[in-house]
């Protein structure tokens, strides 16, 4: 451990010792009824007694119905009621940069969570948009107005998604630290997405197009090219494909292909079979004719046999 991070463990402990956590408290927010969803608020009150002593006793309080409040403002309505009703004082928002608390407290915590393929491609992503920007900037100096800023300055340049995507990883980081009580309430809960300035391209081919575009492919690839039209594989599922997934009238899918690496499919509902037409199991079953070697091979998960 260097010299940095035995000063923010220090501030940690340190910040630790004056919360107070007997008075000072977030409370927690619940999901309850089964037909109608609704928030529910539950947290303490202390009663002094007449001899000096103190007795705990829990409340709990309806927040709202979850179709008109999500759980961010859920949480900000339970703070404002156990203010009011206990007089809470918070504490000081702990003093460690926000690159700090993302590798030290938020990864270890979610980056198995993550989709083994999608991991690289996350972390890039927030050191890129949020690391690069933020990453030296102490937690308690963040604020909504720096964050909405940030945001509306890159949206001339940047699609929509790619904006959606940083307030995502702004609010799901920053919430953590609210649930680690290393802040007081996230600057990120009521960010907004601005207007993109950046077109999206938006090509599609013509129902005239795709005959011709068939015309002009090998045999394989055209194979390949319908069975893109006719049976809405994704790419990954497509280049999964073996010989022994090919079974009478279907397609089995049950793996995908992801950065080069085979991973289960997306979806639970992708693991499934899907239905081959009489054309396409046709051209199918010549191709296997025509391979050098359709005969099984071993894969880390089941016998597979080689992709056509």
Do not use: C
Request: aromatic share 8%; no cysteine; net charge positive.
């Amino acid at each position: 451990m260097d010299r940095r991070d035995q000063i923010a463990v220090g501030s940690i402990l340190k910040a630790g010792r004056h919360m107070g956590r007997d008075r000072y408290q977030e409370g927690r927010v619940v999901l309850v009824g089964n037909r109608v969803k609704k928030w529910r608020g539950h947290f303490y009150l202390y009663q002094r007694q007449a001899d000096g002593s103190e007795v705990r006793r829990h409340r709990n309080i309806l927040l709202g119905f979850k179709a008109e409040l999500d759980k961010g403002a859920a949480r900000e309505k339970l703070r404002d009621i156990i203010a009011r009703e206990t007089k809470n004082i918070a504490p000081a928002p702990v003093a460690v940069t926000l690159r700090w608390f993302y590798e030290n407290r938020f990864l270890p915590q979610k980056e198995e969570q993550w989709k083994v393929t999608s991991r690289p491609k996350t972390k890039r992503f927030i050191e890129h948009y949020l690391l690069k920007r933020f990453g030296e900037t102490m937690m308690g100096d963040l604020d909504k107005f720096t964050l909405q800023t940030y945001l509306n300055e890159l949206a001339p340049r940047y699609s929509r998604s790619v904006l959606a995507k940083i307030r995502v990883y702004f609010h799901s980081i920053l919430d953590e630290a609210v649930e680690l009580e290393m802040l007081i309430k996230s600057p990120a809960a009521k960010l907004a997405v601005p207007r993109s300035g950046k077109k999206v391209a938006s090509v599609h081919l013509t129902p005239e197009q795709i005959p011709q575009i068939l015309f002009d492919l090998s045999d394989r690839d055209r194979l390949i090219v319908r069975m893109f039209l006719v049976l809405g594989l994704r790419p990954g599922e497509m280049f999964a494909l073996r010989w022994n997934d090919k079974e009478s009238n279907s397609l089995r899918i049950d793996s995908s292909i992801s950065d080069g690496v085979e991973v289960e499919t997306k979806t639970m509902g992708s693991d499934a079979a899907v239905w081959l037409p009489a054309s396409i199991d046709t051209e199918l079953e010549f191709l296997r004719t025509t391979a050098k070697d359709a005969s099984p091979k071993p894969s880390s998960s089941r016998q597979a046999a080689e992709r056509p």
